[in-house]
C-alpha cells in the first residue's frame, strides 16, 4: 500500500528540496500544497509526480475543509510565511500559528506523523547562549520568531495528548535559486560593498541538500514524539573566513582589508533600526555583527547525518551566482 504523504510549502526554497528528495523513493503518493497564483515555472518538476492543491495557509477555513476530506499517513508542515516580509500581522499569525494548529490537530485525529519545520529564530537572531541548545532562553525579538515560538508550543502541547511529532529547525540555508541571506551576502561580496566588524563573528549556516536528507531520513524514521532538532552544517564559520571564501571563488583573491570598520557602527546602526522599529534592518545588521550558532549534535548521532563544511560546500551558491545575469547590473 502506497504511504500517503502531504508537504507544505512546496514552492518554497527548503521545500522543493525536500519534495524532490522524497520523488527519488518509491511507494509514497505525494500531495503538495501552494498558494493560489503561485508561478508555475516553480512547480515545473511536480507537475506529473505530485498532486498540487491550491490553498493558502492564511485562509483557515479551507485548509480546514481539505483536512477533514483527506488522510495522510504523515504530513511534512514546512509552508509559513518568512520573516522580513511586509505582512500584516495577522495573516503572519494565521499562515504560522494558526495553520500550523489545523494540521496538528487533524494529524492528531487521523494518527498521521507530523514532521514540522520550525527555526533556530525561536532562539532570537541572536541566542543568548551558544552554541544554542534545546534549553537555551526562547526570545520574541521579531513577529516571525514569535509566531514559530507559538506553533512550537502548540504541537508539544498536543504532543502530551498522543500526537506523533517531531521538530526540526534549520539554520539559514544556502543552495541553488535561493534570494535570502546567502544570495545577498555573495553579491555583496562581488560587489565589494560587503563590511565587515573588527571582532570575531561565528555564524552557522545549513547546505539545503543536508536539510532535505534530514527529512527524507524522517520520512520513515521511528522517531520519538515531541523531539526538536536544530540542524545546520557540522560547525560554524568565521564570517571573514567565508566572505574570503566567497571572493576567491568570484574574484580568484582575498576580500579586501579595508572594507573591515570598527564593530561599533554596526551597533549604531542596530539601535537605529531598533528605534525606526524596522525588525528587518535589525536583523541584517545582527547577522553580520554578532555570532550565532547551534549545537548540531543531537541530530547528527540520532540520523547519522553527513558531516557537511560550509566551507567548501558554500561553492553550490558561488557557482550559481556566477551564471546569474544580475552580476553584470
Known sequence: MRKKILITGISGFIGSNVARHLLQKKGLEITGLVRPGTNSIRLKDFDDQIQLREIDLENIRDLRNFLDQNVFDQI?????????RKFPKQAYFDANVNATEQIALSAKANDSELIFCSSVGVFG??????????????????????????????????????LKAVIIRP????????????YTLTRLVDKKLMFLPDRDVMIHLTNVEHLANVFLKLSDFDFKPGSAFNIADVQPVKLPDLVNFISEELHGKPYPKSRTIDYRIFEKAENLARFMKNELW??????????WFYD??????????????????FHVVTDWYKNLSVRDQ
Open 296 to 313: 548540531v549534535q543531537p541530530a547528527r548521532e540520532e540520523f547519522g547525518l553527513k558531516a557537511f563544511k560550509t566551507i567548501p560546500g
Open 125 to 162: 537572531a541572536i541566542p543568548l547562549e551558544l552554541p544554542a541548545n534545546n534549553f537555551t532562553r526562547r526570545q520574541e525579538d521579531n513577529y516571525y520568531h514569535f509566531t514559530k515560538i507559538r506553533a512550537e508550543a502548540i504541537i508539544q502541547k498536543l504532543v502530551l495528548y498522543g
Open 76 to 84: 511534512i508542515h514546512i509552508g509559513a510565511l518568512r520573516g522580513g
Open 282 to 291: 535589525i536583523s541584517r545588521f545582527e547577522l553580520i555583527s554578532k555570532s
Open 171 to 182: 539554520a539559514i540555508s544556502y543552495g541553488v535559486e535561493d534570494y535570502g541571506f546567502p
